[in-house]
């Protein structure tokens, strides 16, 4: 840009555009316009043409080149800084990619297994010591553990916890009532925290949390907050694993605890469905079914019409394509399913692996079946 400025006499405003159309990454990068603006300017200004020819095919060069070089550069660095913080630093690495939600391809779930499997330990949501960010605690053996931040609480309002936490750090907190009184917590912030099991730690589990929080009205500036305490606390049984899996995907989008899927196998496997890892042993082009929970489905402009999909099991992640005429003809299986089964055909290319989706299958009304008291689900 000095360049042209000086030699050339571009304006500012020029020579942004001759950067720009260098940037365009273009055959050529673009520049042709400028050329004889370039070498003109330059000529007036006492270079010789076969001189100002040289220098506009140097900057041609560089517009072929240089910025996606550069860029090329620039993203390596990110690479390495990321692959080195995700190796040395894996539970710090997490809880940042988190805090930066909502961004990128993977979902919390998706981060939060891939810490585990890697050695990190991932700590609940609770009102006791969670801030709204995801943090790091030391553990006995002097290495960092996750802990899992209020933002991961659907449908708890960000003024809520602030003033959680101004209360919490004067003083911990007695019991419900004394929560909800000094961070003056109306009900549907209770009501969001008892169902994230955020409450746990003052009042044993889930269920008996939603039971309290329900006889708690808001405090009035000059009020105790009111609660039914009086009518005592009935004997109220722990949620079922199948009944705390469904609640924990419901209110954070994750769980700490077995993946529902591990629950629903036996089932699965009388469709012949295949879990996630498991597609790796079949050839490319066989026909598969498998299912898993949809974590992500992205459609993005350039893809002419494509969905990709990601699915979540207790074994790993299956990626979907899915094709337009596909999405167009079982748009409502591919937009409202929680849990889809899948039948279609094993792509893979190296290290990639994709099944092309041919039926889809929407299995919600399974996930149904965790609430339910049964043999097969606890």
């Known amino acids: 840009m000095q360049l042209a400025i000086v030699a050339a006499g571009f304006t500012p405003g020029e020579a942004d555009r001759l950067r720009r159309a260098m940037a365009a990454w273009k055959r050529k990068g673009g520049l042709e316009p400028f050329e004889r603006q370039l070498i003109d300017g330059m000529r007036k200004r006492g270079y010789p043409e076969s001189f100002a020819h040289q220098i506009f095919n140097q900057i041609l060069g560089f517009g072929e080149y ?89 449908h708890l309002s960000r003024e809520g916890v602030a003033r959680l936490l101004a209360s919490r750090a004067l003083r911990g907190f007695a019991d419900t009532a004394d929560l909800a009184e000094r961070a003056a917590l109306d009900r549907r912030d209770l009501e969001a925290l008892a169902a994230a099991d ?39 049984r722990a949620p079922r694993e199948g009944e705390d899996i469904v609640a924990d995907y419901d209110s954070t989008g994750l769980t700490l605890r077995r993946h529902p899927l591990s629950l629903l196998r036996q089932g699965l496997a009388q469709r012949h469905v295949i879990p996630a890892q498991e597609l790796w042993e079949w050839p490319n082009g066989r026909f598969v079914t498998t299912a898993g929970l949809v974590i992500t489905r992205q459609r993005p402009g350039s893809a002419n019409g494509v969905t990709f999909v990601t699915l979540e099991d207790e074994t790993g992640y299956a990626n979907l394509i899915v094709w337009a005429h596909v999405a167009n003809t079982q748009r409502a299986a591919l937009l409202e399913s929680r849990l889809l089964e899948v039948r279609g055909k094993v792509q893979r290319e190296g290290d990639v692996l994709h099944v092309i989706a041919e039926r889809l299958v929407n299995l919600s009304d399974w996930l149904g079946g965790l609430r339910v008291a049964s043999r097969n689900f606890h």
């Open 66 to 154: 240089g910025f996606p070089e550069s860029h090329a550069a620039s993203f390596a660095l990110l690479v390495y800084i990321s692959a080195w913080l995700k190796c040395y630093e894996p539970a710090a690495f997490c809880a940042a990619l988190i805090n930066s939600q909502p961004m990128g391809f993977y979902a919390p779930a998706q981060l939060v297994r891939d810490a585990r499997a890697h050695g990190v330990a991932v700590r609940p949501v609770t009102v006791v010591v969670s801030d709204w960010d995801c943090t790091l605690e030391r553990q006995d053996d002097g290495r960092p553990a996750l802990r899992l931040g209020l933002r991961m609480v659907k």
């Open 198 to 236: 955020a409450l746990a730690d003052l009042v044993g589990h889930r269920y008996r949390a939603v039971w309290q929080v329900s006889g708690v009205e808001r405090a009035l500036p000059l009020l105790p907050a009111m609660t039914a305490a009086a009518e005592g606390v009935p004997l109220l």
